[in-house]
C-alpha cells in the first residue's frame, strides 16, 4: 500500500510527540518553600542513565534544584530503586522539616512496597544555603541483632514519625504482616542522627515471636528479648498493640523521661510472668518491696495485669512481664 506524503509527516510527528511523552514522564517535579522568607523552589528528578546491580538501590537519580528569584541553584546524586516515572503513591520527592530547625529538608523516594516507603534525606543548611545529604555507617542486621559497621551510605527513612518535642525521628521497616524493625534516632547537633533505641519483633521459629528492646547512649543496654506464643501475641486479644505502646512509651513517650514506678506489696514474693496470664511462665520471683516500671495497665481479658520492666543492673539485660494488680502499689515520693 503506497503511503501519501502527509500521512508520512503525520507519522513522524506522532513518532516525535510520542518520544517528547516518553521523555517528560521521566522527570518527576514537584514545588514548594524551604522556609517563609525564602523564594519558592522547583524540584526535577530525572534519570542519570546510570545503573549498578551491586548498590542496594540500582537506579541512579538526578535532582535538580531551583529557587524562583535564583538565590540556589543546584544538584544532587542518589540512588533509588524507582525511576523518574515513577507513578506510585508517595511523591518521588517532598519537603518536610526533618530535623525541626524551621527549614524544610528535602526527602527523595528510594524505594516503595505495600507497607514500606523509604526516602534518603538531604537537609538544607540555611548558613550555606544548599541541600546536603545525610549519611549513616551503619544499618540495623536483624539475623545478627546487632549494627553493622560499615562503609557511609545514604541514609533511609521508612515510613518515618517525627518527634519535634523530643527531638527525635522514628523509621520502622515491617518485615510481611508480622515482624519489624522499628529504629529512634536523635539528632546530634542539627546535622546528624545517631541511633537511640531499637526495637526488634522478629521470627524465632515454631510460632514464635520474638521482641527486642535495646537502648543506646554511652553502652548498649538490652532492656530484654523475650519470646512469646504467636497465637497470644497477635492472637484474638492481640497483645501485641498493647506491647507496642509500652515500648512506645519507652522509646518516644513518656516513660522514658518521666516514668511512674510500684513497689511488690501485700505479699512476700510474686511471680514476674512472661504472659498476661497466671498459666503463664514466670520469668522470675520478685521479693517484696521490689521497684518495678509501669508501662500499661489493665492488660489481659479480665484488665488485671499490669506490664512492667525491671531495669537490667550492670550488663545484663532487663526483664518485661505481668504482675497481678493486687500485688503492687504505687511508690510514694
Sequence with gaps: MKRRAGQGAALLLAALLMACGAQALAEYECTGRIHDSLSAIRVRVSDAGERDEAQLRENLLRVSIEAEDGSLSQEIAYWSSESASHEGAAALARLRD???????????????????????????????????????????????????????????????????????????????????????????????????????????????????????????????????????????????????????????GRAGVDP????????????????????????????????????????GEDGGWIRVFLWPEGDEPGLTGYIWHSYLRDVRP
Design 98 to 252: 526533618v530535623n525541626f530547625d524551621g527549614y524544610s529538608d528535602l526527602m527523595l523516594l528510594t524505594a516503595q512496597g505495600a507497607r514500606n516507603v523509604f526516602y534518603a534525606v538531604s537537609l538544607y543548611h540555611p548558613d550555606e544555603r544548599v541541600f546536603m545529604p545525610v549519611l549513616q555507617g551503619h544499618g540495623w542486621n536483624t539475623e545478627a541483632k546487632a549494627f553493622d559497621t560499615q562503609s557511609p551510605i545514604q541514609l533511609e527513612l521508612c515510613n518515618e514519625e517525627l518527634f519535634p518535642e523530643q527531638g527525635l525521628v522514628c523509621s520502622s521497616v515491617a518485615d510481611g504482616y508480622r515482624y519489624l524493625t522499628e529504629i529512634v534516632y536523635q539528632w546530634e547537633g542539627k546535622h546528624s542522627l545517631v541511633p537511640v533505641s531499637v526495637v526488634d519483633v522478629y521470627d524465632a521459629g515454631d510460632g514464635i515471636i520474638g521482641e527486642l528492646l535495646e537502648q543506646h547512649a554511652t553502652r548498649i543496654r538490652r532492656c530484654w528479648d523475650e519470646q512469646y506464643p504467636e497465637e497470644w501475641y497477635y492472637g484474638q486479644e492481640d497483645a501485641s498493640g498493647e506491647r507496642r505502646a509500652s515500648y512506645r512509651a519507652l522509646t518516644v
Design 260 to 299: 511512674q514506678f510500684m513497689e511488690v506489696a501485700n505479699v512476700d514474693w510474686v511471680n514476674l510472668r512472661r504472659q498476661d496470664s497466671k498459666a503463664s511462665p514466670s520469668l522470675a520471683k520478685l521479693t517484696a518491696g521490689t521497684e518495678v516500671q509501669v508501662l500499661s495497665k489493665g492488660c
